[in-house]
């Protein structure tokens, strides 16, 4: 693509979730960055880092671990990943939409079983 662009200004959550409207391809060592990339359904890179588990368990939920870009690769491994994610733009970015949506919906179904486990809990 063009355009490539490294944000180090201070933005709230606000700011940041709409900037992902103007998004190809994220790439990030930050979980919620890479599930506001999937909320709108935009393709991205997840950086394993350190937390390699606290990110493999979100590509794990997405049944997306060919979006894992390791940082030991070879330059030329790195562009071959960037270049896939991009040729796959349009299925990658429709799985993650579909996944974001079923996700939505079992977190939705979990609220009332939350709800009445802590009144359970008060009333003990």
């Given at each position: 693509k063009e355009n490539c662009h490294f944000i180090t200004q201070e933005l709230?959550?606000?700011?940041?979730?709409r900037l992902f409207l103007l998004t190809d391809l994220h790439i990030s060592n930050r979980r919620h960055a890479n599930a506001f990339a999937v909320m709108n359904g935009k393709p991205f890179l997840s950086i394993s880092i350190s937390l390699a588990t606290h990110m493999s368990a979100l590509?794990?939920?997405l049944e997306s671990p060919d979006l894992?870009?390791?940082l030991?690769?070879?330059v030329d491994s790195l562009i071959e990943k960037v270049n896939f994610v991009f040729s796959e733009e349009e299925k990658i970015s429709s799985r993650l939409l579909e996944k974001s949506?079923?996700?939505k919906e079992q977190a939705q179904q979990h609220i009332p079983i939350i709800i009445a486990a802590l009144q359970a809990q008060e009333m003990s």
């Open positions: 709230n959550v606000y700011e940041t979730f590509l794990d939920t894992e870009l390791s030991q690769l070879e949506l079923l996700l």
